[in-house]
Nanobody
Framework: QVQLVESGGALVQPGGSLRLSCVASGTIARINAMGWYRQAPGKQRELVARVVSGGSTYYAASVKGRFTISRDYAKNTVYLQMNSLKPEDTAVYYC??????????????WGQGTQVTVSS
């Protein structure tokens, strides 16, 4: 089993910054990709940013230039640095990781989510 634990969510004023962290642990042989998704009330979960092995990154248009995803391979950790936050960034942010397990098989697992609220 692979566990993902997010942290860093908080209440922040518009224009502020936050950094989210997500640590993966368990029977992991290799992580191929890690990403952040978010889900606002009444909306579908959407991809915010993703980083794959080798370092290629993807950002949703709504966060490009404001958010930065990075990964610490040694610590199986992914970060999301969020700057210039807007009220529309308010959502529960979920971490996702995909890869292969020790002793065979693949995984595609989610964290429990961390709340980000942008409000004055």
């Amino acid at each position: 089993q692979v566990q993902l634990v997010e942290s860093g969510g908080a209440l922040v004023q518009p224009g502020g910054s936050l950094r989210l962290s997500c640590v993966a642990s368990g029977t992991i042989a290799r992580i191929n990709a890690m990403g952040w998704y978010r889900q606002a009330p009444g909306k579908q979960r959407e991809l915010v940013a993703r980083v794959v092995s080798g370092g290629s990154t993807y950002y949703a248009a709504s966060v490009k230039g404001r958010f930065t995803i990075s990964r610490d391979y040694a610590k199986n950790t992914v970060y999301l640095q969020m700057n210039s936050l807007k009220p529309e960034d308010t959502a529960v942010y979920y971490c996702n990781a995909q890869g292969s397990r020790l002793w065979g098989g693949n995984f595609d697992d989610w964290g429990q989510g961390t709340q980000v609220t942008v409000s004055s």
